[in-house]
């Protein structure tokens, strides 16, 4: 009697241990070969193209737009350009720039920003090293600097938090993102371990747009790290592995070129025919979409509810029917709402002898365009 009652209590305790396994078996996180495995087009249709010209002035010039934020609710565009920052109401008319210097609410050179809707101020990084922060008019609040984990971008997690991506990662710092607290002025927590990229130092590609979402989840991507993470709770997940094959840098070349000339590692690597790092990795309409750091700037876009279909464009621009010119080939800002392009009005004007020029975009209105115009906003939504 008492030998089948043992048997009897071995045998639910080997269930509720190998039981719990077999019906809830833990999830991997899927790797997918970025080689396309469908050959038809991806033809995506549910979107909406609105094109936002800015106005152009002395003061509000603007070149090679790193970043974008359209507050819609707030009357507010918001673009980083020049290493400064611009502000434009939502009918393009300019309303001012940061200051530049070494004066009190002054910048000198901005990598990247980060807006708070709700409480309508705006953070700016500024030489990697302080966090200035302004209201919606572009009115100086105050200025912390970075002590350590110096960075190239910031994100606002809520109105008491930012999250900030480390610009070198590697050597005595082990984490890509890190939260920062700013009445305490302290990184209280670190995610992403440096384990998850294959180079033992991050590249030196600056990306001011390393946030995006996922419905209403917030996404994670860096150059560094072939994969996507998503934040669960209070950590980031990783939610893709992203494998480049053959195209990989071998690493004991990479590895030794990142320690001994990290600024070169880029060029050299791709004159090699390698793929050195991601240039952007996102969701939009159901579709994982990745850039490759290649010569053709060549997008993948991912089935997000079947991950092993896999589509292929030489530019992202296709996807969404823009025409393939060389200011298209980055997104610039990503919403939760929408995706936001730049597009320089001279990459139409084949002719240079022309001044004026009336185009078309996804058959909306026709745009007349002068060849010195500062360059116009794209947002699919």
Do not use: W
Not at 7 to 34: D, E, M, R, V
Not at 295 to 310: L, Q
């Amino acid at each position: 009697m008492k030998t089948s009652f043992f048997y009897i209590i071995c045998f639910f305790l080997f269930s509720a241990i190998t039981g719990c396994n077999s019906t809830h078996p833990k999830k991997t996180t899927p790797s997918i070969q970025l080689n396309p495995t469908q050959k038809e087009k991806l033809q995506l249709s549910n979107f909406d193209t609105e094109v936002i010209q800015l106005e152009t002035t002395k003061n509000s010039m603007l070149k090679n737009i790193q970043k974008a934020f359209v507050d819609y609710e707030n009357d507010r565009i918001f673009i980083l350009s020049r290493f400064n920052l611009f502000l434009f109401h939502l009918d393009g008319t300019y309303i001012k720039k940061l200051s530049v210097g070494r004066g009190p609410g002054e910048v000198l050179q901005l990598s990247s920003f980060t807006v708070n809707k709700v409480e309508k101020t705006i953070c700016v990084l500024d030489m990697g090293r302080d966090l200035s922060f302004y209201d919606y008019s572009g009115n100086f609040i105050k200025k912390n600097k970075l002590e350590s984990f110096y960075s190239m971008d910031a994100f606002y997690k809520d109105n008491e938090n930012l999250f900030l991506v480390c610009k070198y990662v590697g050597g005595s710092e082990k984490y890509f993102v890190g939260n920062y607290n700013i009445e305490t002025t302290k990184i209280t927590k670190k995610h992403i371990s440096s384990s998850k990229s294959p180079y033992d130092i991050s590249t030196n590609l600056l990306m001011p747009n390393s946030f995006s979402y996922s419905d209403n989840n917030l996404l994670f991507f860096s150059p560094s790290i072939f994969g996507l993470f998503e934040l669960n709770g209070e950590n980031f997940k990783q939610i893709l592995k992203l494998d480049i094959e053959e195209r990989m840098p071998p690493l004991n070349f990479a590895n030794k070129l990142l320690l001994n000339n990290r600024s070169a590692f880029r060029d050299e690597a791709k004159q090699r025919g390698y793929i050195p790092q991601l240039l952007y990795a996102f969701c939009f309409n159901d579709y994982y979409f990745v850039g490759v750091d290649d010569n053709e700037f060549s997008c993948y876009a991912i089935n997000k509810k079947n991950v092993n279909d896999v589509f292929y464009e030489e530019t992202i621009a296709k996807y969404f029917n823009l025409p393939k010119i060389k200011s298209l080939q980055l997104p610039i800002g990503f919403q939760k709402d929408c995706i936001i392009f730049s597009c320089n009005p001279s990459d139409f004007f084949e002719d240079i002898s022309l001044s004026q020029k009336t185009i078309k975009l996804n058959n909306k209105s026709a745009l007349t365009l002068n060849i010195d115009d500062n360059p116009f906003l794209v947002v699919i939504k």
